[in-house]
T-cell receptor, first 113, second 117 residues
Framework: AQSVTQPDIHITVSEGASLELRCNYS??????LFWYVQSPGQGLQLLLK??????LVQGIKGFEAEFKRSQSSFNLRKPSVHWSDAAEYFC???????????FGAGTTVTVRA | NAGVMQNPRHLVRRRGQEARLRCSPM?????VYWYRQLPEEGLKFMVY????????ESGMPKERFSAEFPKEGPSILRIQQVVRGDSAAYFC???????????????FGPGTRLTVL
């Protein structure tokens, strides 16, 4: 069975500092990989996704993620955070040829001035 | 262009009552997915519906839970005789067509947070 682990429940970062959110997955083959963000009162919004090819993926809002097969990881990064990046971030995986997503428990990001 | 709408956003029920959660997909979308997030866990797939059809309910508990997506109106997730363990956030997603994750993005609503007293 596939599973997703986000080791950090809560991260606090200063505005302008860099951010890295960790995601590890367990799956028999390389699945589709996703990062979503949920701002207060909003639905989950897709930041980026990885299916194949270049292991460094660019997304919206200045985010990027790197797929590392050897570590079964798909960590999300942003070089310089803005106060508006305060939100909950979810890593998700889905099998090839399927539509079911499995999510991590999420990481809440707080941005301090 | 409104996104996926869910209501109510918060719902409180006493044990034994019924809970009805509604999901209006994005305009033009005819495929709906329900996910449940138990406390301190990730979202887990429950059921996939197309208009008037249940396509896959493999993630739905066998008892007390049901889902529908009628020809007209929103999709409804119904939980009968709720218990404390049903307290969770329930998310709905929609897509424009039937397809795999590679070619068919799911758009998520804000979720309904159900609390069972």
């Amino acid at each position: 069975a596939q599973s997703v682990t986000q080791p950090d429940i809560h991260i606090t970062v200063s505005e302008g500092a860099s951010l890295e959110l960790r995601c590890n997955y367990s799956y028999g083959a390389t699945p589709y990989l996703f990062w979503y963000v949920q701002s207060p009162g909003q639905g989950l919004q897709l930041l980026l996704k990885y299916f194949s090819g270049d292991t460094l993926v660019q997304g919206i809002k200045g985010f990027e993620a790197e797929f590392k097969r050897s570590q079964s990881s798909f960590n999300l990064r942003k070089p310089s955070v803005h106060w508006s990046d305060a939100a909950e971030y979810f890593c998700a995986v889905g099998p090839l040829g399927d539509y079911k997503l499995s999510f991590g428990a999420g990481t809440t990001v707080t941005v301090r001035a | 262009n409104a996104g996926v709408m869910q209501n109510p956003r918060h719902l409180v029920r006493r044990r034994g009552q019924e809970a009805r959660l509604r999901c209006s997909p994005m305009k033009g979308h005819s495929h709906v997915y329900w996910y449940r997030q138990l406390p301190e866990e990730g979202l887990k797939f429950m059921v996939y519906l197309q208009k008037e059809n249940i396509i896959d309910e493999s993630g739905m508990p066998k008892e007390r839970f049901s889902a529908e997506f009628p020809k007209e109106g929103p999709s409804i997730l119904r939980i009968q005789q709720v218990v404390r363990g049903d307290s969770a956030a329930y998310f709905c997603a929609s897509s424009s067509s039937r397809g795999t994750l590679g070619d068919n993005e799911q758009f998520f609503g804000p979720g309904t947070r159900l609390t069972v007293l």
